[in-house]
């Protein structure tokens, strides 16, 4: 298989292109902050993590590590300072990508201008705090075996596999974990929960996945194409913003290819409320939507150039009532585009809306989100 980027002309092209696939950007870099520099805080089951300084700054950031450094704190998770990382950095995806990619990413990283920026203590609670804990879960959880392409299936299939498990990492969003923040295993890209959003099923199940998406309806989405069904929002936005959509064609077609051919999963993430509840709320929705929504998405639902997308359609409408639950409470910061304000209504308030805009404009869902189900997204959002 040809190493990233195989077709740009220096080592540091090509690391900079791994670089976006693997989306390192986003995570060491603080809002408003300088690039690589850390200082991003990543919330996590276990308290919060700020990023360290990921720049050639030889007292701050990795200047003076090797290149052979580097590369097991990328794929292994072991840091020369510090010894074992937490897997919040996405070193479980990463240990699958090649010798040549890793070997560029590194060229790339030391060619970044330094910046001076101290690390942070990370402020895990009790036992999470504590690394050399880690060294029990790696046994159980890290599976550090090198990519080996499938001959059953095509290079470009193969291509895709390679990046959607390892430097996209795509299953850190979207593969379920257990108690202890490992993959369930048996459930490879079914959907997970990641920052209060349903990060949903990528594989082509009919009734809860990726089924009724054609290869070409994937390959727009995450190219960061226009499409009639609605493009990425919420963490996903920068998934593509800064990764994919920088990516060439035959990449992204290729991880396009191998989310169409896996085994489909089922995995039903919401349950419906009884006939009668369900009508009521929607139709309060309803009331709601006018009241709140249909100033910038109208009341079709069909949005205004420049102002608000459109609702109607949308791919996040089919998913799961917490992805329209979340940017009402939330917001969406927009990252370059427009943002949308978050909402002060009253939980019952939000969960008809989100039932309503489900049942109106994504094609007769049935109403799921409940008040409790709020509630609880907003009591994460602290
Ligand atoms: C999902 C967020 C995330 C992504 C994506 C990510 N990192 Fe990290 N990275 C972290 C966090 C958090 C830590 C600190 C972990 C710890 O303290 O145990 C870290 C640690 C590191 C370290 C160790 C630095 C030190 O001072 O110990 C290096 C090197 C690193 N990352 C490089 C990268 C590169 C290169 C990429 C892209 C291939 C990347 N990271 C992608 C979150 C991320
Ligand atoms: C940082 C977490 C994160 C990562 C990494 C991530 N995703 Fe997502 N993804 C999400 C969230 C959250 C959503 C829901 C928002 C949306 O639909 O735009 C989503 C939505 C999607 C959707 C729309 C599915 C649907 O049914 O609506 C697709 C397709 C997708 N992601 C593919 C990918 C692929 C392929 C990768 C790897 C290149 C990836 N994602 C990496 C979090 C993530
Ligand atoms: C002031 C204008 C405005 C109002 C009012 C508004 N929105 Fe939005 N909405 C936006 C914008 C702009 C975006 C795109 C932001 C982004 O994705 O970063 C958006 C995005 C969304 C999304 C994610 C889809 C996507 O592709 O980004 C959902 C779901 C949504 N809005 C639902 C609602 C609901 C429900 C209400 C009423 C409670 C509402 N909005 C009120 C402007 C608005």
Same mark, same amino acid.
């Given at each position: 298989m040809p190493p990233l980027g195989a077709a740009l002309s220096s080592? &540091?092209?090509?690391?900079?292109?791994?670089?976006?696939?693997? +989306?390192?950007?986003?995570?060491?870099? =603080?809002?408003?902050?300088?690039?690589? $520099?850390?200082?991003?805080?990543?919330?996590?089951?276990?308290?919060?993590?700020?990023s360290p300084n990921i720049t050639p700054d030889p007292e701050t950031g990795i200047g003076g590590w090797t290149q052979e450094e580097f590369s097991r704190a990328v794929r292994e998770g072991v840091a020369p300072h510090l010894g074992l990382l937490y897997p919040t950095m996405s070193y479980p995806s990463y240990?699958?990508?090649? +010798? $040549?990619? &890793?070997?560029?990413?590194? $060229?790339?990283?030391?060619?970044?201008?330094?910046?001076? $920026?101290?690390?942070?203590?990370?402020?895990?609670?009790?036992?999470?705090?504590?690394?050399?804990?880690? =060294?029990?879960?790696r046994k159980v959880f890290f599976d550090n075996s090198e990519f080996v392409p499938d001959s059953s299936l095509n290079d470009t299939v193969n291509r895709g596999a390679y990046l959607v498990l390892g430097a996209a990492h795509c299953a850190e969003c979207h593969t379920p974990r257990n108690a202890l923040g490992g993959f369930d295993s048996s459930k490879p890209l079914a959907g997970a929960v990641i920052d209060g959003y349903w990060a949903p099923n990528l594989t082509?199940?009919?009734?809860?996945?990726?089924?009724?998406?054609?290869?070409?309806?994937?390959?727009?989405?995450?190219?960061g194409k226009p499409s009639s069904r609605g493009g990425p929002f919420g963490p996903m936005h920068d998934v593509v913003a800064n990764g994919t959509a920088h990516l060439t064609e035959g990449d992204v077609r290729a991880m396009a290819a191998y989310l169409s051919q896996l085994k489909p999963i089922e995995n039903a993430h919401e349950i419906p409320l009884d006939r009668a509840a369900g009508e009521a709320s929607i139709a309060r929705g309803y009331v709601a939507y006018k009241a709140n929504c249909a100033a910038c998405h109208r009341d079709s639902g069909a949005g205004v150039r420049g102002l608000a997308p459109?609702?109607?359609?949308?791919?996040?409408?089919?998913?799961?009532?917490?992805? @329209?639950?979340?940017? &009402?409470?939330?917001?969406?910061?927009?990252?370059?585009?427009?943002?949308?304000?978050?909402?002060?209504?009253? +939980?019952?308030? @939000?969960?008809?809306?989100?039932?309503? &805009?489900?049942?109106?404009?994504?094609?007769?869902? +049935?109403?799921?989100?409940?008040?409790?189900?709020v509630a609880a997204a907003r009591a994460k959002l602290h």
């Open positions: 080592e &540091v092209e090509r690391g900079a292109y791994v670089a976006r696939a693997a +989306d390192c950007a986003p995570c060491h870099t =603080a809002p408003g902050g300088k690039a690589f $520099a850390g200082g991003q805080v990543l919330k996590t089951d276990f308290g919060a993590m700020t240990a699958k990508m090649s +010798d $040549a990619d &890793v070997n560029a990413l590194y $060229a790339y990283m030391m060619s970044i201008p330094p910046v001076r $920026a101290p690390r942070q203590e990370q402020e895990l609670s009790f036992p999470f705090n504590i690394r050399f804990l880690l =060294a029990g879960w082509p199940d009919p009734k809860t996945g990726l089924g009724s998406w054609s290869e070409d309806e994937i390959f727009a989405y995450l190219s459109a609702l109607s359609g949308h791919h996040a409408l089919a998913v799961a009532s917490q992805n @329209v639950v979340l940017p &009402v409470i939330a917001g969406l910061s927009g990252k370059g585009r427009i943002a949308m304000p978050a909402f002060k209504l009253n +939980d019952q308030t @939000v969960a008809d809306i989100a039932n309503y &805009v489900r049942n109106a404009m994504g094609g007769g869902v +049935d109403a799921t989100a409940t008040a409790a189900q």
